[in-house]
Nanobody, 125 residues
Framework: QVQLVESGGGLVQAGGSLRLSCAASGRTFSRYGVGWFRQAPGKERDFVAAISWNGGSIYSADSVKGRFTISRDNTNTKTTVYLQMNSLKPEDTAIYYC????????????????WGQGTQVTVSS
């Protein structure tokens, strides 16, 4: 079992920045691909970015390219995946979730094995 914990959300003005973190304990998590997704009120959950277990493959949604950067820090006992969000826009407002995929990295949410509880990001205009 892998438990994911997101942090770093909050309220920020348009044009500002936030860095989200997704942490999990256990050596096996370092072998998981990790994705970030977001869900705005009344909308479906959308793919944001994903990174393979070793950082060798990275994917981003067109809507965030050039503004958001995904990265990860693997250690022997803990793995943390970051989502650096710059030039934030009101339309980025959503609950952001991280998810872990044992079999690789993908933009398809239904292929992820574990999900965090989400962290709220609110961008004011």
């Amino acid at each position: 079992q892998v438990q994911l914990v997101e942090s770093g959300g909050g309220l920020v003005q348009a044009g500002g920045s936030l860095r989200l973190s997704c942490a999990a304990s256990g050596r096996t998590f370092s072998r998981y691909g990790v994705g970030w997704f977001r869900q705005a009120p009344g909308k479906e959950r959308d793919f944001v970015a994903a990174i393979s277990w070793n950082g060798g493959s990275i994917y981003s949604a067109d809507s965030v390219k050039g503004r958001f950067t995904i990265s990860r820090d693997n250690t022997n006992t803990k793995t943390t995946v970051y989502l650096q969000m710059n030039s934030l826009k009101p339309e980025d407002t959503a609950i952001y979730y991280c998810a872990a995929d044992l079999h690789g990295v993908t933009s398809r949410s239904n292929e992820y094995d574990y999900w965090g509880q989400g962290t709220q990001v609110t961008v004011s205009s």
